[in-house]
């Protein structure tokens, strides 16, 4: 009979008490480890049975290398076919846009011929205008040259036109564009006489819309002929001028989605560069004519102006701006339209629209002139915009108190501008005279604002 106190774990099973000492436990529980050990024996060093493993984990890592980079690959040139698809697809989306605009090009160019030029060639040429081309501004020649232009620019961007939607129609990975761009830059230069045109034309219409009441009426007949939307003829005449550098974005765009790989990359880079030297070359001038169009265009908006369309003048720069008085900031009520020439700097107001007329195209009421040769000019100091953006955003507090919606985030108030000085003693101009509309000032800073 064993000792009640060398016993460790009783159980009741059965009613009978069963018990193990701890000697057997100790010796049951050191056998697996033992046994454990002889197991992991053959990771020894220099024993048969490492070497066998050896061999067979060499054996398992050859055969995940032989088929796991097939996967690898795989997967590779799967992405590679969904970006080349993805590419295709958007580069035709960008050839149809550039088929979009071109379409609505041609349109424009249509209706410039068609509603204003065919009928203007029979107009110049009747009696009762002839002493409107025996002034030196006003040319036959120069109206007519201007029907020719526009005639041959219709038809190269009719042919272009139908390039792209032939190419359009049969679309597929392989489709080649460069060709059809190349055939325009060939026959890009007769923008050209176009481009030189331009300031004799301009003069033309001015000397026309100022000298004939019956040229207005001529337009206005010529628009009501038609069912299309017509816009001025100053529109058409721009419209060429800024379609221009056009082309050298859309084929950097569509450049970038082609693969370097396809026929048609470096085809397509070679066409580009081409594009973008005529641009770069054209680019002053296009500049130029753009701004003595806008000179053109200020002439027609304001009333009461001093600044005449001349073969010279140009318009370079037009933008809103708020005078302000520093005695009350907050009144923000004087803004005017500045019109920066290449020899004036005028300022306008805009006239209200007639209640109860149709929608017309903006007038400006010309209020004054501001000479720059005898002026101080210089940025408005912290301590002025601190000011003035205290006082705009206290006025637009209050107005946001009256609207009962004061827990709306309010906007960030931005102000720029300039202050101006016009000394009395020099408000003259170098001969003597004073400038139109220049009112004289005792040398006192004028703040214009833009917020």
């Known amino acids: 009979m064993r000792s009640a106190t060398s016993s460790i774990i009783t159980s009741s099973s059965g009613g009978e008490d069963s018990f193990q000492s701890l000697e057997t436990l100790s010796t049951d529980l050191t056998l697996p480890y033992s046994q454990s050990i002889d197991q992991l024996s053959i990771l020894q060093d220099g024993s ?46 960008d050839v149809d846009q550039i088929y979009q605009l ?35 501004t006003c040319h036959r020649e120069v109206l007519t040259n201007l029907f020719d232009h526009v005639l041959k620019l219709l038809s190269v961007h009719q042919h272009f036109l139908n390039s792209c939607k032939e190419r359009l129609d049969m679309w597929g990975p392989t489709q080649f564009i460069s060709d059809i761009f190349g055939s325009l830059y060939e026959k890009i230069s007769i923008y050209e006489p176009y481009l030189e045109l331009i300031p004799n034309v301009v003069v033309s219409l001015d000397t026309l819309y100022s000298k004939s009441s019956s040229f207005l009426k001529f337009l206005e007949s010529c628009a009501s002929k038609t069912d299309r939307q017509v816009k001025d003829i100053i ?44 641009d770069k070359q054209w680019r002053a001038l296009i ?3 753009l701004a ?11 009333i009461g102006s001093p600044v005449s369309v001349s073969v010279t003048r140009r318009l370079y720069i037009t933008g809103l701006l708020t005078k302000v008085d520093l005695s009350d900031a907050q009144s923000m009520s004087d803004t005017r339209t500045y019109l920066l020439y290449s020899d004036y700097f005028i300022y306008s107001q805009k006239i209200k629209p007639t209640i109860g007329k149709k929608s017309q195209p903006q007038k400006l009421q010309y209020k004054g002139v501001i000479n720059l040769r005898n002026s101080e000019l210089k940025p408005l100091s912290e301590q002025i915009v601190a000011k ?64």
Do not use: C
């Open 388 to 451: 003035i953006s205290e006082s705009k955003k206290t006025s637009v507090l209050t107005a946001a108190f009256k609207r009962n919606k004061q827990t709306e985030p309010q906007p960030t108030i931005y102000v720029y501008g300039f202050q101006l000085k016009i000394d009395q003693a020099l408000s003259d101009n170098a001969a003597g005279t004073i400038l139109p509309g220049t009112v004289l000032s005792s040398g006192i800073n004028t703040p214009h604002i833009s917020t």
């Open 102 to 136: 071109e379409s609505q090009f041609v349109q424009d160019l249509t209706v410039f011929h068609q509603v204003y030029l065919v009928h203007l060639q029979r107009w110049i040429h009747e009696p009762s205008n002839t002493d409107l081309f025996n002034k030196n």
């Open 292 to 302: 003595h169009i806008r000179a053109l265009e200020a002439a027609r908006s304001m």
């Open 235 to 278: 529109y058409y005449i721009k419209r060429p001028i800024q379609r221009l550098s056009m082309y050298v974005s859309t084929l950097s765009h569509i450049i970038s989605v082609t693969e370097p790989s396809h026929p048609d990359y470096k085809a397509l880079i070679r066409i580009r560069d081409k594009f973008n030297a005529q």
């Open 287 to 289: 500049k130029d004519r």
């Open 48 to 93: 048969a049975h490492y070497y066998q493993l050896i061999d067979d984990l060499a054996i398992i890592d050859d055969l995940y290398q032989s088929f796991q980079p097939d996967e690898i690959e795989e997967d590779i040139y799967e992405r590679q076919v969904a970006d080349v698809a993805r590419n295709v697809a958007q580069k035709k989306h």
